[in-house]
């Protein structure tokens, strides 16, 4: 088995692994090239959707117009409770939640119950969106990732699998691992939960 330097500590997993097969889109299945830069965070929230409403979506054009149509793009890019109603708009329930304090007598709590409220999710077959640094490096861009399952052994969570709207393809960016150690220290501690 896979071993890893830091791994979670109390936080303990049901399953050895789960790995869910969740639809996979790209940013560049956007046809604008003007998109296709802004395109990751719904291109994320096209997998869910695809998930629990299978064919619920057309094309990434299209879930991106209702996006735009409902303000859900800014400045700042995609409003994470924008992104919410739009799921909404499809039948599914959904909803954003932040693990962080300015006060950092919280951070480890915080950072627990999310992981906690993450491993529930995934241990009952629901993918989350969570908020990292892109390609769990670079602290300057942000991205959505799908979380679609983990590794774990007796001592904790080892890492995550998930799917990056920002590769190319399915080959490049479905369910790929993340180990907990870095996840740890790129997850921003935002999740959009869906499916309850």
Not at 171 to 192: C, E, H, M, P, Y
Request: net charge neutral; proline share 4%; aromatic share 14%.
């Amino acid at each position: 088995m896979i071993r890893f330097k830091e791994k979670s500590k109390g936080v303990k997993a049901k399953a050895p692994a789960i790995k869910m097969d969740v639809p996979f889109y790209s940013h560049l299945d956007a046809s604008d090239p003007v998109w296709q830069d802004r395109a990751r965070s719904v291109a994320a929230l096209a997998m869910l959707i695809e998930y629990y409403r299978p064919h619920g979506i057309k094309n990434l054009d299209g879930l991106i117009a209702e996006g735009v149509a409902i303000d859900a793009f800014t400045q700042a890019g995609w409003s994470h409770p924008r992104l919410v109603i739009l799921a909404h708009n499809y039948g599914i329930l959904a909803y954003m939640e932040e693990f962080r304090s300015k006060n950092e007598d919280y951070h480890s709590v915080f950072f627990d119950k999310g992981l906690e409220k993450i491993l529930d999710h995934l241990n009952h077959q629901h993918p989350v969106m969570v908020s990292t640094y892109r390609n769990w490096t670079d602290e300057q861009h942000f991205n959505l990732v799908v979380l679609t399952g983990y590794l774990s052994d007796e001592t904790g969570i080892l890492g995550f699998y998930y799917s990056d709207p920002d590769a190319k393809s399915a080959a490049d960016g479905k369910n790929k691992f993340v180990d907990f150690k870095t996840f740890k220290s790129q997850w921003r501690r935002l999740v959009i939960f869906m499916g309850w």
